[in-house]
Structure formats: structure tokens, C-alpha cells
């Protein structure tokens, strides 16, 4: 397999090489413009900064990913208070409307009648949502989100999960970690969860989860690229990975990301864990899960 250099012009050759129509990304956020703007506010206001690759608009930002070559991806909002959740669904449904590239995407809060705005979602074609735990600093397990998660796991609906508590000084840490997620699964065994960013920081204790319970994947998001990732990538994590090849799913945390998406991928493929553990990530595993019709192998 050749290397891929650090230059997203060279993502869709790359792709090719491997044979690959193209990229399945679990983690892309499309956010409304004035809660996008609040977003990299706050990441302006990081110390050490944290630079932002992808500050264009909404048509530049799709535009970029279909050059990349990134064929599906989700639209992923998530909200930090109640009454939040169903506009913000009704910006990320309504961009998959219009735009074949994304998947349906639908978030949701611990409310009153939360049970009755995601099944709305779901008949406007919700095809997985998104929970930030450390963000909405709430439990999984709130007695209000039951129902929630009763339709998505009858329906086989996948979940990426924000469940680890990054050092960014945001707090929150309270609601996050295995035993939250693992309490929720033993409640919800069918639920079909994928872990954000490999559960980082807890990558041992999501690893571990996800070796032991199938319906558990787990996204790469700002994992591999540099030093300006989430956090340092223990040694031993690459073995744990080889042996995971059909449930990890690749994402990226575009648009709000130091480096290029093509730094990530680089560093994925320089893992050395081979081009079929690669055609995998990128693809085939993303394609399963959520459904997409079209090549898979």
C-alpha cells in the first residue's frame, strides 16, 4: 500500500489504490450557523489554540468532503440544554434531504417528550443519531430517555456516543466512562453503539467493552494524526485494533479539526495493520451499519 502524504489532494488517489469507491465518515458535524459559530468560539478561546482546518460555509464544507472523496457521512448535532434538540434535528434532517452524501442524522436530550420528537426523527428518516455526554452533561440511563432507547435498539439504530470525559477543562467528566455505557447496555443489550474517538481517554476500559460486546463499534475521530489530537495513543492500542477489524468505523470530527483530514488518514494507514483492515474502517464497516446499498466486501 503507498503512504499517503499529508495533503487532501491526494486523499482520492490514495482511495483508489486501495480500491475503494470512497470514504464512509461516522463523525462529521453540520451544525446551524449560528450554533457552528458558538462552536468555534469556543475553540478559539482554547489555551494552548486549537486551529480550526475547515472554517468555511455550509456549501464549502460538503464540497470539501465530496472532493476528499468521502461518499456517506453523517451530519452530527448535539445539544447542551433542553429545547435544543429537535430544531437542531431540523437542520441536520433537512440538509440530508437535499444533500444524497449525508446520512440522516437526529440528536436528542433528556426532556419531556423526547420520546415523541426522536420518533419523529425516525419517520423523517433518522438513520443514527448522536449523544455528547460530556457536553449535555447528563446519564445515559435518565429515566426520561428510556423509551429513546427502547425504538432505536427494536429499530437497530446506531448511536455515536461521546462517553469519554476529554481534558479540555469543560467539566462534565461526571457523566462520562464505561460504567455508565456498560449499565446502559446491560438494560439495552440490542442497542448499537458507537464510541466516539475510540472512548479516549478510557481507551482500555471501551476497548476492552467493545472486544466483549459485538453490537459495540468504536469511531477513530482525532485519535491518529499528530501531536494535536485528543490525547497521547498508548502503545498497545494498535494490536487492539487489529483484532477489532469489524468494529471500527472511521470518522473525522470535521469540520472543527487542527489538522487535515488527510493528516488522520495518513496515519491510519501507517498503522501497518494492512489494506484489508484499511478497506474495512473506511468502508465496508460504515456501509454495514448503517445500511447503504451499493459495494461492500
Not at 502524504?5 to 483508489?16: F, I, K, Q
Not at 490525547?231 to 494490536?239: F, G, H, I, K, R
Not at 493528516?263 to 474502517?281: H, K, N
Request: hydrophobic share 45%; proline share 7%; charged share 20%.
Amino acid at each position: 500500500m503507498r503512504m499517503l502524504e499529508e495533503r487532501d489532494a491526494g486523499v482520492p488517489g490514495w482511495l483508489a489504490a486501495l480500491g475503494l469507491p470512497g470514504i464512509v465518515d461516522l463523525h462529521v458535524h453540520f451544525m446551524p450557523d449560528r450554533v457552528q459559530a458558538k462552536v468555534w468560539a469556543h475553540f478559539d478561546r482554547l489555551d494552548p489554540p486549537w486551529p480550526i482546518s475547515y472554517r468555511t460555509g455550509e456549501r464549502e464544507r460538503l464540497a470539501t468532503l465530496a472532493a476528499l472523496g468521502v461518499r456517506h457521512h453523517t451530519a452530527l448535532a448535539y445539544g447542551h440544554r433542553p429545547g435544543m434538540a429537535e430544531w437542531l434535528n431540523d437542520h441536520t434532517l433537512g440538509l440530508a434531504r437535499s444533500e444524497p452524501s449525508v446520512v440522516p442524522s437526529f440528536t436528542f436530550y433528556p426532556e419531556p417528550g423526547v420520546d415523541e420528537y426522536v420518533e419523529r426523527a425516525l419517520a423523517a428518516g433518522g438513520a443514527v443519531a448522536k449523544l455528547h455526554l460530556q457536553v449535555g452533561k447528563f446519564d445515559a440511563n435518565h429515566a426520561l430517555l428510556d423509551p429513546v432507547w427502547t425504538s432505536l435498539a427494536a429499530r437497530g439504530v446506531p448511536v455515536v456516543l461521546h462517553a469519554g470525559a476529554v481534558p479540555d477543562g469543560s467539566g462534565g467528566d461526571e457523566w462520562c466512562g464505561v460504567a455508565r455505557v456498560t449499565r446502559l447496555l446491560e438494560r439495552f443489550p440490542e442497542l448499537r453503539l458507537v464510541i466516539a474517538h475510540l472512548g479516549a481517554p478510557d481507551y482500555q476500559d471501551f476497548i476492552g467493552l467493545a472486544s466483549s460486546t459485538p453490537t459495540v463499534m468504536l469511531d477513530t475521530a482525532m485519535v491518529f494524526g499528530g501531536d494535536a489530537m485528543l490525547t497521547e495513543v498508548p502503545a498497545w492500542l494498535v494490536d487492539k485494533l487489529g483484532g477489532l477489524v469489524d468494529q471500527i468505523v472511521f470518522g473525522s470530527d470535521f469540520p472543527t479539526i487542527p489538522r487535515p483530514v488527510s493528516a488522520q488518514l495518513a496515519a491510519i494507514g501507517e498503522l501497518g495493520l494492512g489494506d484489508e483492515w484499511l478497506r474495512a474502517v473506511l468502508w465496508r464497516n460504515g456501509v454495514r451499519l448503517l445500511g447503504i446499498a451499493g459495494p461492500d466486501w
